[in-house]
């Protein structure tokens, strides 16, 4: 389990752009692949980008790929993502944890952060 803060979230207008940020603590940051997972209102938590221990490899929902990119620095404990081209469906609270399959709802971690709102009118 991590403990994580997550931050950057806001409102944009539709083709914006934000950079989502999280700051992780606990050992299994390091021994982990990491993910930005999503929750809309009314729909199940996913996970829509994953990144790999040492952030060599990446994967993403077809829904955002090409618009997203996930980063991590371990020196720092911290995960990114930067979303560019935002759509209206991507308003969601964004959510950082332990993650390696895109789809997943990360049922098995019960610590979660607070989460980040991304809110992007039309």
């Not at 993910?35 to 199940?44: H, N």
């Not at 993502?81 to 759509?87: E, I, P």
Request: charged share 15%; glycine share 14%; hydrophobic share 35%.
């Amino acid at each position: 389990q991590v403990q994580v803060v997550e931050s950057g979230g806001g409102l944009v207008q539709a083709g914006g752009s934000l950079r989502l940020s999280c700051v992780a603590s606990g050992s299994a940051f390091s021994r982990n692949g990491m993910g930005w997972y999503r929750q809309a209102p009314g729909k199940q938590r996913e996970l829509v980008a994953a990144i790999s221990r040492s952030g060599a490899d990446t994967k993403y929902a077809d829904s955002v790929k090409g618009r997203f990119t996930i980063s991590r620095d371990n020196a720092k404990n911290t995960v990114s993502l930067q979303v560019n081209n935002l759509k209206p469906e991507d308003t969601a609270v964004y959510y950082c944890n332990i993650g390696w399959s895109i789809g997943s709802s990360g049922v098995l971690y019960s610590n979660w952060g607070q989460g980040t709102q991304v809110t992007v009118s039309s």
